[in-house]
């Protein structure tokens, strides 16, 4: 069963529409994109987009009440609203320097959770 | 050096432009052999850092440390490169005035009011956002209209949220970066308004923030209509026809708590306008020359107070470079008063160039020249003349308001030629 799926390539402010044929797994055509970089960003795009998710965790007894974090490579797309849920379980002792990691395995992806913030004791 | 009367350089804000000034005018005054360069960096926050501080979202830094990193994590290099230098800072200290003659007025609770003699100034102090004031907006006036980037410190810094069901109008970056922020959070983004035919933000923005979570983008459309005496209930947004006017019947209203604005930065100049520094009306910054210098000797600016910018990298690079001459200045006076003068124009398509004036004298090797275009053209060419010599002609396949552009001059193009006006344009004709 051949699925149609439509994207919009991020590469440059062209931004192609780019048009890709998948059976599965398998990629029967990609048409529309105009460089290599518009292939191949289709190509991840639809066989294993990944993100870098960004958001805050809690931290107790520090200036600010939340840090910055940050997955330390980009995880599996499919993954973020997990991700986020585990994020909003975590609560941290300040002080908090930017490349402690806070999680070692993110919503079961492999992936380190880090703070991308600094946060001093009150 | 606790005595605050008299410094070489001041450096008026300590955010990514201010942080870059302040350590390429160090790196300038040491080179010179300069032991302990006289250099205070005056900021109004708690922290060193600027806007950076809460923008958590990664894509900093790709031009300038070929990795991408988040906001802090870009604003933290600079400041560990700072400290590094023992370069001084004030926090917490807001710069009241400064006159021609460069003398810094500013208060803070430790030392009160006081002011500082320097020799010379860079301006830093970036930008702010539009508000609902100045976008004219009817409507009711409850609580829960915000500035994108209010919404994106509360969330980020003070961690709360500002609502539930939210409207956006506009679609800046902001906009865009707050619309997936508010999302993953647990808020129901129901409508992102351009009041453009097309979005001001990043390609990259719309796909990983509205496209990922199936956000409406409503290109020409505006809000015309606020409901809510406490809160906001809801908003009203309608398509626009070619003169951005509401087409009626076109109206469609959104039951929202909130409200969010990300319709433009406006460069924040009042100590500029203090100082009678001239203004560029198309960037509300100053006008400046190769070196970033004002039209007030002494007086240099860098960053999203001199114009807009949409990558953090290129600030850094341009603060770098104005510091570096205000360091210059301070050490050799201004030389070059007396040589000869380039004004840069613009026609077709191009809205304005920073620099827009070049002394070739005092230029380095080579020269950017950074500016914007007025619409969304493919296809095309940048132009560059000197005098009605045409020097430079680049394919570009496309060009975009958002997405700021830049020339290099190099110095030997100008060498040996009398050049009165170098001339920046579109050639849209070809391809």
Known sequence: MSEKINLTCIGCPLGCSIEVIKNGDEIESITGYTCKRGHDYAQTEVLAPVRTVTSTVRVKGGVNPVVAVKTRDPIPKSKIADCMKEIYDITVDAPVAIGDVLCNNIADTGVELVASANDQEL | MNNYSERDLIIIGGGPAGLAAAISAYDTFKAAGIETPSILVLERDKVLGGILNQCIHNGFGLHTFKEELTGP????RFIDRLKERNIEYLLETMVMDITKDREVTAMNRKQGMFTIKAKAIVLAMGCRERSRGALNIPGYRPAGIYSAGTAQRLVNI?????GREVVILGS???????????TLEGAKVKVVAELMPYSGGLKRNIV??????????????????????????????????????????????????????????IPENELSNGAGIGMNPVTNGPKVNESMETDVPGIFACGNVLHVHDLVDYVSEEAGNAGAHAAMYCLNGD????????????????????????RPDMMGDALTIRFRVGNVYKNCYVDVFFDDERIIHRKRPVVAPGEMESVVIKKEMLEGKKIKELNIRLDLNEG
């Open chain 2, 73 to 76: 994590e870009y604003a933290g």
């Open chain 2, 158 to 162: 003070e961690g709360f949220m500002p």
């Open chain 2, 172 to 182: 800046g970056d902001i906009g865009l970066i707050m619309a997936r922020r508010m």
């Open chain 2, 208 to 265: 990983q923030c509205l496209n990922d979570f199936d956000i409406p983008l409503k290109l020409s459309h505006t809000v015309v209509d606020i409901k809510g005496k406490e809160r906001v209930e809801s908003v009203t947004i309608a398509q626009v026809d070619d003169k951005l006017k509401p087409i009626p019947g076109t109206e469609e209203e959104y039951t929202c708590d909130t409200l969010l604005l990300s319709c433009g930065l």
């Open chain 2, 335 to 358: 030389k070059a008063a007396a040589g000869d003068i380039i004004n840069v124009t613009t026609a077709n398509g191009v809205r304005y160039t920073v620099p827009t004036v070049i």
